[in-house]
């Protein structure tokens, strides 16, 4: 696994060599691969560990004066179906530079470096007892994104994770259209704001355990909607994780 992306490395820092290689996006010093110096990727690599102390509890938010739990979460009475949530970062600063970068300008060179950060939270989650999971599972992309744009920076981080690393990936839902929300009645849409996700099949996940991934979360809604869909088919435990949170 590691000679793989030994491998991978320096193809890419060969090819970066051929065309005059990048510029860091955090500190705009010259790099030869990615657009991220060995420094920031190390910064990135050194999250801030999920223990109590300096984590929600709820949120996974990085707390700076809370104790446990963070003030939002301590506010909001709102049932919740993840088990545990663990956004990595907070998205702030170059951070919405290096996503802008990723999904929006299509620099996927970056999504072997993402998939190594979620590798180590993952593991870092494991030791510590605090995840136990049998498969990953991505929230899904807009319908008919793949077909227009090619890829989706979710979808590819599961190939890395599957390919590198070898987690499972389970594809269990399915984003509705915007079009077909609007066919939905008003019961179903009670509490659907946003996007709405499906289960693809009619699944018995009796006894099994998801890790839902997704790059940004906002305030963790879409992870809860997708962890109540897999509860719904009988998940026994669902928890969420995600490259940054918006705080
Ligand atoms: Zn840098
Ligand atoms: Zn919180």
Redesign the pocket.
Known sequence: MKSILKVYGFIQDFFSFLTGGTE?I????R?LSVP??R??QTELLNFVPFDNDRRCSRCGKVLISEIGVCRECSESKAERFLDGMFPVHMYRLWKKDLMFAWKSQGTRTLSPFFASIINKVILNLTENKKIEFDYIVPVPPRPGKMRKVGWDQVDELCHYLQKFYGYEIFYPLERISSREQKTLNKEQRKGNLGAVYRLKEKFNLQGRKFLILDDVCTTGATLDKCSRLLKSAGAEEVYGISLFLVD
């Open positions: 860091c955090s500190c705009g010093i790099t991220l110096c420094n920031c």
